[in-house]
């Protein structure tokens, strides 16, 4: 009897492991738009969002100051919410204009 129990509490744990992990990727791509300040950006909503340790990441954070829309994956750590940076546009002063990390030329739109 004693294994038994042991076998359905692994089991148990194994698919509360499972039913977390899809929920932590649930949340799947969302894209951001705001103002880069320092190693965060500050969503329109006044959401702040630290930038993920990432080469992307790292290109994105040179762009303080400037107003961004960013794509990628949100994380939680301790400190709060974490964006997993996979592309980002520099959005320019005129509306019309953009430039993207691919490209790095302005685009009219």
């Known amino acids: ?24 990727t649930a949340a799947g791509e969302v894209t951001i738009t705001g103002m880069i300040t320092g190693y965060s950006v500050e969503s329109d909503d006044g959401t702040l969002y630290d930038i993920g340790d990432t080469e992307k990441g790292n290109e994105l954070a040179e762009y303080t100051g400037m107003r961004v829309r960013v794509t990628g994956t949100l994380e939680e750590d301790d400190y709060g919410k974490v964006i997993i940076v996979d592309s980002y546009t520099v959005l320019e002063e005129s509306p019309n204009k953009e430039q993207t990390e691919e490209s790095g030329q302005t685009s009219e739109q």
């Open 1 to 24: 009897m004693n294994g038994k129990k042991k076998c359905w509490a692994f089991a148990l744990a194994v698919l509360l492991g499972l039913l977390l992990c899809s929920v932590a």
